[in-house]
């Protein structure tokens, strides 16, 4: 009789291990808010209490949770991702976000760039996974397995050590990059890399409607960047982002400014303007119907909100 491993990629993450987690980022955590760690593209996550729903965006990452419970709204839909998940966000989609935490037991996980040339390269040697979705979606939640756990606590305990950060770092992403690639939502990732597919061409145009959101929008000119006609481009982008080109760079513009506000570097007025606002009782008129209150009342919040 021949005793047989167990399959670790699909067998889900033990109380155990999002423990060891939570012990291995507890020493790093000063503060609520993202806190750098000395690996590039990784951040904490830790927030002390609960916070309502609230508009923010993520950049392209993986978001691993390892205590407290998250729930975004993008659209219709609803996407829990506490503790034992991790979201894809393969695109930037702006949308809404409730945490439940309290002192006693924070919201705690980790935040994982998405390093293009490092996706690039895995694409080429990991299979699709036989139980990969059909079609992508720019942001999902997944349930945290054993063999992903593994991976999030090698890279935690690497934060530890300075030499062993530098040595062995850019591996241990790349080997929590290798479970979501082979996971549920690896396709969400691996279709950014190709272009010819309208997902492809959708997730082009997002980076640079980040680049330049504070210029003004041609929606024909950025079609035809990324080989689209406008009515196709339209159609895609709102199918994929739950909003028109349009919305979607006064979502950005909002969020940008509301960060340069709540962070000090910038009063109402300047903000407005770096964002590409050229009235400023237009941007406060947006701003107050986008996050419920006036852009002056949040020129006392903290630079720490963790969506």
Do not use: W
């Amino acid at each position: 009789m021949t005793d047989t491993l167990p399959n670790l990629s699909h067998a889900p993450a033990t109380d155990a291990l999002q423990q060891r987690m939570c012990e291995l980022m507890t020493p790093l955590i000063d503060r609520d808010g993202y806190i750098p760690t000395n690996l590039e593209g990784v951040r904490l996550m830790a927030l002390h209490g609960s916070h309502p729903r609230t508009p923010l965006v993520y950049e392209p990452g993986l978001f691993i949770i390892a205590q407290g419970e998250k729930t975004g709204y993008l659209g219709e839909r609803t996407i829990h991702y506490g503790a034992g998940h991790y979201l894809v966000q393969a695109m930037p989609v702006p949308f809404e976000c409730e945490t439940r935490a309290t002192p006693q037991a924070p919201m705690l996980g980790v935040s994982i760039s998405i390093d293009m040339i490092m996706l690039g390269e895995l694409s080429q040697v990991v299979p699709k996974a036989p139980n990969t979705i059909s079609t992508p979606k720019p942001m999902a939640a997944v349930d945290l397995t054993s063999s992903m756990g593994q991976g999030v606590v090698h890279l935690l305990e690497c934060l530890h050590d300075e030499v062993m950060c530098r040595a062995l770092g850019r591996q241990r992403i790349r080997e929590v990059l290798f479970e979501a690639l082979r996971g549920p939502q690896g396709e969400s990732l691996r279709q950014l890399l190709q272009q010819h597919t309208q997902y492809g061409r959708i997730g082009l145009a997002l980076e640079a409607l980040h680049r330049d959101y504070a210029h003004p929008l041609s929606v024909e000119t950025l079609a035809e960047k990324v080989n689209m006609s406008p009515s196709a481009f339209h159609h895609h982008f709102k199918r994929f982002t739950h909003l028109s080109p349009l919305q979607y760079q006064k979502r950005i513009r909002l969020l940008k400014a509301r960060a340069m506000i709540a962070a000090r570097t910038h009063n109402v007025s300047s903000a407005a303007s770096a964002v590409g606002y050229q009235s400023a009782s237009q941007f406060s008129r947006e701003y107050k119907r986008y996050f419920g209150n006036q852009p002056v009342g949040d020129q006392r919040l903290e630079s720490r909100e963790v969506g």
